[in-house]
């Protein structure tokens, strides 16, 4: 006779502890249930681990789920709820033949909400929402937070499997959780005859660990004395506590309580035997079902021990009856023996929920990898070239997996970046990015109609007033992008320059022009100014915009004046990740980009980032991960290189990291637009970074790459990132973000605060308290007259005149000679010019750059003024002290009167140049002024010449 079919005979249902979708198609699964009389079936994350990494069975579904965008998360939570259907509609014959006793599934809530109630309810009941079968339990761990989840999940009629159980204390706390969960059901007029429970009962577990500690005494004896008693114990632990737990489950079910619920027609939490493989080779492989047979049990059984047990197995009736008080007498022997089984099942249940959470990131992993390789070239790729770039990576990855880092991101832990209290409400409201395009695909229907509004009216310019992060998102799009054929051309305007807001005045004509105001906190200064001056040309709200957090100044301005619409920002974003919210869609949709086809796009990557993904697997974790560690490792020049296709995004990314890691005297330097060299001009302090587009031909990629396989082949880290198309941009947008602040996590710093930042705001306003009757500026305090000559005139503070002092100045080239000759390699230069980025100035000042990192072997940077304080600034300040910096300033040859103000941009410009002066000198770093005459292309060529390399 068939011997699974006589373990049923004897009352005990015999599940099998297996999925895979093979055993359903093939219909194995079927002819079990026909020909062995099996009557359930059990699935955990190694379970399904072993199901869709290692074999093929999933392929299609797995290729399908990716092609439709699904995350990694979503594509599992597909692939295994139709299993789990299609099992339990094979079984669905024998839980109605038994009148709902058996035909049961069981999934399983993700391992990660072990210790959370309120998602292991939430997640159990999505799921049995998603299955929607009736034969399907829900399998909830039983911790100390899970039993109130089974208490509610019961009470709302799921049924519920509840596993990882070792001890008989818990398993009692188990089946009063069970009841409480009827009896809540009962009051709320539920049926309690409806639903079904069990508790899974891990025994082999047991005996591997107790086995363990008793291996060690043994190895501790002196002599033969007590040998034969320790040996004697080993193996008996785990059958001893599955009789005891069957002890208990006969008492209760006697007691009056469970009685009075029994009356209401209720079904008994049965208990199930799982982990009854045989892990010691030394005992008889289907010892764990042969002992443990019972009336109203259950053994889930693993597929080798089941084809065991069908081979050669003895059924005999209530095995687990026999021997109740030697099973007792052994434990009492191993507590006496200092072998403690509350300290055992404690340990196990860690364990045993640490084993699935490894299993179910595995499975995750896997399946992230294999989404990967369906997206192919959809989902932006990067390739690490360079011999040490990877050495510490995988252990750090495997680190941060192990602390939860990617879920505690996504569940917006502030203690991620501070460990304040004070700091955490605003870390805590400042990482609504992590959903920003999910929600704004749901709510884009008006940026969307933004775009034909404007071409019925026949807008022709678009002019986004910003600074900062409001406004670089958009201006990068655009730079790359391009003007859009039959769109509104976009100017942005982030600079407060008169110079820069006449051109820009110039191309428009203000009767076609749609103004765009982009501020988070409503109170930025420049954009203030700006506001004014073109409101008091213009007066007409129906040609204004404004896109800024709700309830600020400027929105109530904005309504009052009668502006066209207010877009609003999450206010729990910050605006150095504002790239991918109303910031930076709202003008991409005027200048006629598909910001519905940008979003989606972008959530391929933002799949790819989720909390589920292992660090290992997580395109954001693992790159701000390498750039962290690298930067740790003295490696903290983040040179960003691309083809020209993609210049612009080394703007965007240069704020972003520069903003977010550069404080607490740490931070990851960015180096954008610097001239690409040979080996010998870098010291060991760079990573680069190269950014292309797939289409790019060799005549805009060979002399980059060619440059780049020199230095990855000396040593230096080359990251490799390739984008299909210009709208794979968003997706770079995210994963770098996610790299960013996994960087900062990793250095110790918040990333969404910006101290230094307020406070040059603060000392500007304080330097437009001095301005003289004639409307100039007074000088800023602390300048001292190092050099003049008729092209230059060079201004130091107090740490860059000790270092010149003493010193026969005769050119700026002795200057910087003496500032520079004996600076570490690892420092850097900073060049700020306060004067319009046109073409010209711009060629002139990467010349310079190129001739001080060809001079002196230094890593230089280019910000222009005053916006570079909303980006750069913050880390000049608050990053490394090693930073040589210099101002470029110039007089206006045209200036602007600010309305009601009583000043001109100019001067407000003077005043940020004075603001960002003594912010430096007040941190001792070290910075030059060179004022230009007002031949600017001389005084550039003077200083291009005086650079020059003999």
Same mark, same amino acid.
């Given at each position: 006779?068939?011997?699974?079919?006589?373990?049923?005979?004897?009352?005990?249902?015999?599940?099998?502890?297996?999925i895979?979708?093979?055993?359903?198609?093939?219909?194995?699964?079927?002819?079990?249930?026909?020909?062995?009389?099996?009557?359930?079936?059990?699935?955990?994350?190694?379970?399904?681990e072993?199901?869709?990494?290692?074999?093929?069975?999933?392929?299609?579904?797995?290729?399908?789920?990716?092609r439709?965008?699904?995350?990694?998360?979503?594509?599992?939570?597909?692939?295994?709820v139709?299993?789990?259907?299609?099992?339990?509609?094979?079984?669905?014959?024998?839980?109605?033949?038994?009148?709902?006793?058996?035909?049961f599934?069981?999934?399983?809530?993700?391992?990660?909400?072990?210790?959370?109630?309120r998602?292991?309810?939430?997640?159990?009941?999505?799921?049995?929402?998603?299955?929607?079968?009736?034969?399907?339990m829900?399998?909830?761990?039983?911790?100390?937070e899970?039993?109130?989840?089974?208490?509610?999940?019961?009470?709302?009629?799921?049924?519920?499997?509840?596993?990882?159980?070792?001890?008989v204390?818990?398993?009692?706390?188990?089946?009063?959780?069970?009841?409480?969960?009827?009896?809540?059901?009962?009051?709320?007029?539920?049926?309690?005859?409806?639903?079904?429970?069990?508790?899974?009962?891990?025994?082999s577990?047991?005996?591997?660990?107790?086995?363990?500690?008793?291996?060690?005494?043994?190895?501790?004896?002196?002599?033969?004395?007590?040998?034969q008693?320790?040996?004697r114990?080993?193996?008996?632990a785990?059958i001893?506590?599955?009789?005891?737990?069957?002890?208990?489950?006969?008492?209760?079910?006697?007691?009056?309580?469970?009685?009075a619920?029994?009356?209401?027609?209720?079904?008994?939490?049965?208990?199930?035997?799982?982990?009854?493989?045989?892990?010691?080779?030394?005992?008889?492989?289907?010892?764990?079902?042969?002992?443990?047979?019972?009336?109203?049990?259950?053994?889930?059984?693993?597929?080798a021990?089941?084809?065991?047990?069908?081979?050669?197995?003895?059924?005999?009736?209530?095995?687990?009856?026999?021997?109740?008080?030697?099973?007792?007498?052994?434990? #009492?022997? @191993?507590?006496k023996?200092? =072998? $403690? +089984?509350? *300290?055992?099942?404690?340990?196990l !249940?860690q364990?045993?929920? /640490?084993?699935?959470?490894?299993?179910?990131?595995?499975?995750?992993?896997?399946?992230?990898?294999?989404r990967? #390789?369906? @997206?192919?070239?959809?989902? =932006? $790729? +990067?390739? *690490?070239?360079?011999?040490?770039? !990877?050495?510490?990576?995988? /252990?750090?990855?495997e680190r941060?997996?192990?602390?939860?880092?990617?879920?505690?991101?996504?569940a917006?832990?502030?203690? @991620?970046?501070?460990?304040?209290p004070?700091d955490?409400?605003?870390?805590?409201?400042?990482?609504?990015?992590?959903?920003?395009?999910?929600?704004?695909?749901?709510?884009?229907?008006?940026?969307?109609?933004?775009?034909d509004?404007?071409?019925?009216?026949?807008?022709?310019?678009?002019?986004?007033?910003?600074?900062?992060?409001?406004?670089?998102?958009?201006?990068?799009?655009?730079?790359?992008?391009?003007?859009?054929?039959?769109?509104?051309?976009?100017?942005?305007l982030?600079?407060?320059?008169?110079?820069?807001?006449?051109?820009?005045?110039?191309?428009?004509?203000?009767?076609?022009?749609?103004?765009?105001?982009?501020?988070?906190?409503g109170?930025?200064?420049?954009?203030?100014?700006?506001?004014?001056?073109f409101?008091?040309?213009?007066?007409?709200?129906?040609?204004?915009?404004?896109?800024?957090?709700?309830?600020?100044?400027?929105?109530?301005?904005?309504?009052?004046?009668?502006?066209?619409?207010?877009?609003?920002?999450?206010?729990?974003?910050?605006?150095?990740?504002?790239?991918?919210?109303?910031?930076g869609?709202?003008p991409?949709?005027?200048?006629?980009?598909?910001?519905?086809?940008?979003?989606?796009?972008?959530r391929?990557?933002?799949?790819?980032?989720?909390?589920?993904?292992?660090?290992?697997?997580?395109?954001?974790?693992?790159?701000?991960?390498?750039?962290?560690?690298?930067?740790?490792?003295?490696?903290?020049?983040?040179?960003?290189v691309?083809?020209?296709?993609?210049?612009?995004?080394?703007?965007?990314?240069?704020?972003?990291?520069?903003?977010?890691?550069?404080?607490?005297g740490r931070?990851?330097?960015?180096?954008?637009?610097?001239?690409?060299s040979?080996?010998?001009?870098?010291?060991?302090?760079?990573?680069f970074?190269?950014?292309?587009?797939?289409?790019?031909?060799?005549?805009?990629?060979?002399?980059?790459?060619?440059?780049?396989?020199?230095?990855?082949?000396?040593?230096?880290?080359v990251l490799?990132?390739?984008?299909?198309?210009?709208?794979?941009?968003?997706?770079?947008?995210?994963?770098?973000?996610?790299?960013?602040?996994?960087?900062?996590?990793?250095?110790?710093?918040?990333?969404?605060?910006?101290?230094?930042?307020?406070?040059?705001?603060?000392?500007?306003?304080?330097?437009?308290?001095?301005?003289?009757?004639?409307?100039?500026?007074?000088?800023?305090?602390g300048?001292?007259?190092?050099?003049?000559?008729?092209?230059?005139?060079?201004?130091?503070?107090?740490?860059?005149?000790?270092?010149?002092?003493?010193?026969?100045?005769?050119?700026?080239?002795?200057?910087?000679?003496?500032?520079?000759?004996?600076?570490?390699?690892?420092?850097?230069?900073?060049?700020?010019?306060?004067?319009?980025p046109d073409?010209?100035?711009?060629?002139?000042?990467?010349?310079?750059?190129?001739?001080?990192?060809?001079?002196?072997?230094?890593?230089?940077?280019?910000g222009?003024?005053?916006?570079?304080?909303?980006?750069?600034?913050?880390?000049?300040?608050?990053?490394?002290?090693?930073?040589?910096?210099?101002?470029?300033?110039?007089?206006?040859?045209?200036?602007?009167?600010?309305?009601?103000?009583?000043?001109?941009?100019?001067?407000?410009?003077?005043?940020?140049?004075q603001?960002?002066?003594?912010?430096?000198?007040?941190?001792?770093?070290?910075?030059?002024?060179?004022?230009?005459?007002?031949d600017s292309?001389?005084?550039?060529?003077?200083?291009?010449?005086?650079?020059?390399?003999?």
């Amino acid at each position: 006779m068939n011997r699974i079919r006589q373990i049923g005979e004897l009352g005990q249902s015999i599940w099998y502890d297996d999925i895979q979708r093979r055993m359903i198609w093939t219909g194995d699964l079927h002819r079990r249930v026909q020909e062995d009389g099996l009557k359930g079936v059990t699935s955990n994350p190694a379970i399904f681990e072993a199901a869709i990494a290692r074999s093929d069975d999933y392929h299609g579904a797995l290729a399908a789920a990716a092609r439709n965008g699904a995350s990694a998360l979503e594509t599992y939570e597909t692939i295994a709820v139709e299993d789990i259907q299609w099992a339990c509609d094979v079984l669905h014959s024998v839980h109605v033949e038994t009148q709902g006793r058996d035909g049961f599934v069981s999934l399983e809530v993700s391992p990660h909400h072990a210790h959370d109630t309120r998602a292991t309810i939430e997640e159990g009941a999505r799921l049995w929402t998603m299955v929607d079968r009736p034969n399907l339990m829900i399998k909830v761990p039983a911790t100390p937070e899970g039993l109130p989840a089974i208490e509610r999940l019961i009470t709302e009629g799921v049924n519920v499997n509840v596993t990882l159980l070792f001890s008989v204390e818990r398993y009692r706390a188990v089946f009063e959780a069970f009841m409480a969960g009827l009896e809540a059901r009962a009051t709320r007029s539920g049926d309690v005859r409806t639903v079904a429970s069990v508790a899974s009962f891990f025994v082999s577990r047991i005996d591997t660990m107790v086995d363990g500690l008793l291996t060690q005494r043994l190895a501790q004896l002196s002599s033969n004395s007590g040998r034969q008693q320790i040996e004697r114990l080993m193996g008996q632990a785990g059958i001893a506590s599955a009789k005891l737990a069957y002890e208990a489950y006969e008492s209760m079910v006697l007691g009056a309580r469970w009685k009075a619920l029994a009356a209401q027609g209720a079904q008994a939490q049965r208990l199930l035997y799982g982990s009854t493989s045989t892990k010691n080779p030394a005992y008889r492989d289907v010892r764990y079902v042969e002992a443990l047979i019972g009336p109203d049990t259950v053994n889930t059984v693993p597929a080798a021990t089941y084809e065991a047990f069908k081979d050669h197995g003895e059924a005999r009736p209530a095995t687990l009856k026999i021997g109740l008080d030697e099973a007792k007498e052994a434990l #009492a022997a @191993l507590e006496k023996l200092g =072998v $403690s +089984m509350n *300290t055992v099942t404690d340990r196990l !249940l860690q364990e045993g929920v /640490a084993i699935f959470v490894d299993a179910f990131d595995r499975l995750i992993g896997s399946v992230e990898q294999r989404r990967r #390789a369906v @997206l192919g070239p959809r989902l =932006v $790729s +990067m390739r *690490t070239d360079g011999p040490d770039a !990877l050495r510490t990576l995988d /252990a750090h990855l495997e680190r941060l997996r192990k602390a939860r880092f990617g879920r505690r991101l996504w569940a917006k832990d502030p203690t @991620l970046f501070s460990g304040q209290p004070d700091d955490h409400d605003r870390i805590g409201q400042s990482m609504g990015w992590l959903t920003s395009v999910d929600s704004l695909l749901d709510q884009a229907d008006p940026i969307v109609d933004l775009y034909d509004e404007l071409d019925e009216e026949g807008i022709e310019h678009v002019v986004l007033i910003g600074i900062g992060g409001s406004s670089i998102s958009a201006d990068v799009l655009h730079k790359i992008f391009e003007d859009q054929p039959g769109s509104p051309r976009l100017h942005v305007l982030d600079s407060i320059v008169p110079a820069q807001i006449l051109a820009v005045e110039a191309a428009i004509e203000l009767d076609t022009t749609l103004f765009i105001l982009a501020s988070k906190n409503g109170t930025t200064p420049e954009v203030a100014a700006l506001d004014d001056y073109f409101w008091n040309k213009v007066q007409s709200g129906d040609q204004f915009i404004a896109i800024t957090d709700p309830g600020t100044p400027l929105e109530d301005s904005a309504v009052e004046r009668g502006f066209r619409a207010v877009f609003s920002g999450d206010a729990e974003t910050t605006e150095s990740y504002a790239a991918l919210s109303c910031f930076g869609m709202v003008p991409a949709s005027a200048m006629g980009i598909d910001v519905v086809r940008f979003l989606t796009r972008t959530r391929l990557m933002v799949g790819s980032c989720e909390h589920a993904v292992p660090p290992a697997e997580n395109a954001g974790i693992r790159l701000g991960t390498l750039l962290g560690d690298l930067a740790l490792s003295g490696r903290d020049k983040i040179t960003l290189v691309s083809t020209p296709s993609l210049a612009a995004l080394g703007e965007w990314l240069e704020q972003l990291i520069a903003e977010s890691t550069g404080k607490a005297g740490r931070g990851i330097i960015p180096i954008d637009g610097e001239p690409l060299s040979t080996p010998d001009l870098y010291g060991v302090d760079r990573v680069f970074v190269y950014f292309k587009l797939a289409g790019d031909g060799a005549d805009k990629t060979a002399e980059i790459e060619r440059k780049l396989s020199a230095l990855s082949s000396v040593g230096h880290p080359v990251l490799n990132i390739v984008l299909d198309d210009v709208y794979d941009l968003g997706q770079e947008m995210f994963r770098w973000q996610v790299a960013t602040v996994t960087a900062a996590h990793i250095l110790g710093v918040n990333p969404f605060s910006r101290p230094n930042v307020e406070e040059t705001n603060a000392l500007t306003q304080k330097r437009l308290n001095h301005i003289e009757p004639d409307g100039t500026l007074a000088p800023a305090p602390g300048e001292r007259l190092v050099f003049e000559d008729e092209a230059l005139t060079v201004f130091a503070n107090e740490e860059a005149w000790e270092q010149i002092k003493g010193v026969s100045v005769k050119s700026i080239a002795d200057v910087f000679d003496k500032i520079l000759e004996n600076a570490p390699a690892t420092e850097y230069v900073a060049l700020m010019a306060y004067i319009a980025p046109d073409d010209e100035v711009t060629t002139h000042l990467s010349a310079v750059r190129d001739r001080l990192r060809t001079r002196f072997r230094s890593a230089t940077t280019l910000g222009f003024g005053p916006k570079l304080l909303h980006s750069t600034g913050q880390l000049h300040k608050g990053g490394p002290a090693t930073g040589v910096f210099i101002q470029i300033t110039a007089d206006d040859a045209e200036d602007i009167e600010i309305p009601s103000r009583g000043y001109t941009f100019g001067t407000l410009k003077r005043a940020q140049e004075q603001a960002d002066f003594m912010a430096l000198s007040q941190r001792q770093r070290p910075i030059l002024r060179i004022h230009l005459s007002q031949d600017s292309t001389r005084s550039l060529t003077a200083l291009k010449a005086a650079l020059a390399v003999a």
